[in-house]
């Protein structure tokens, strides 16, 4: 079963708009949350986790274990900010494996 | 400074033909992973490594193998390349840390392998 759901394979905005990324996880556990970022001809790359409860680059995420979501938010998107989004679930072992969704091509246009 | 590499960078092959992807990471990192990226799929895990002599299957094994014989690298073997295999291939890696809350994970810069 997909333990994580994007379901937005693609999503446009203009500049200077907001933009969510929505990412729903299904696991019974605590999970930890992750979004990873992939710019065009670039290594995929961590933006953010919900435990560091931090914002980068203007994004931020927010567990709600009740809704089981973590979307990524954004209140004035850039042209710099089009790219692959990834959510990603660590089923909170010390192990490591993560599973992602199947990602969010963001296009914001000028 | 500490990184993980992939080599070769582009790859085209016929089918049957057997390929291995290299991996190579300078973190002394337990943990490795490889993916697939294709498109309408997203990143699909294919096997992974927690140590040395260790190898799991991930959800998309068949056709594909690994073995890790040292910390540094986790080859990618495809025994018998088929079409359906091309694909971008990523490797990352990732500590394995003593308390949870810690997985990043490392990516290298992928491969493009074109199988014909």
């Known amino acids: 079963a997909q333990r994580v759901t994007q379901p937005e394979k693609l999503l446009s905005v203009f500049k200077g708009a907001p933009v969510e990324l929505k990412c729903n996880y299904s696991y019974s556990g605590s999970p930890e949350l992750f979004w990873y970022v992939q710019y065009s001809r670039q290594r995929l790359q961590l933006l953010l986790r919900?435990?560091s409860r931090e914002s980068i680059k203007g994004f931020t995420a927010d567990l709600n274990k009740g809704e089981t979501s973590f979307h990524l938010k954004k209140p004035f998107a850039q042209e710099e900010d089009s790219a692959m989004y990834y959510c990603a679930l660590s089923e909170g072992s010390t192990l490591g494996r993560l599973y992602f969704g199947r990602g969010t091509q963001l296009t914001v246009w000028p | 400074d500490a990184e993980i590499t992939q080599s070769p960078r582009h790859k085209i092959t016929e089918t049957g033909r057997q390929v291995t992807l290299a991996c190579h990471q300078t973190w002394n990192h337990n943990n490795m992973f490889w993916y697939r990226q294709d498109l309408g799929h997203g990143l699909r895990l294919i096997h992974y490594s927690y140590g040395v002599q260790d190898t799991n299957k991930g959800e998309v094994s068949d056709g594909y193998s690994v073995s890790r014989s040292n910390t540094e690298d986790l080859p990618l073997t495809l025994e018998s390349a088929a079409s359906s295999q091309t694909s971008v291939y990523f490797c990352?890696?990732?500590?394995?840390?003593?308390?949870?809350?810690?997985?990043?994970?490392?990516f290298g810069p992928g491969t493009r392998l074109t199988v014909l």
């Open positions: 990352a890696s990732s500590e394995a840390s003593g308390t949870s809350g810690y997985n990043e994970q490392f």
């Open positions: 919900h435990i």
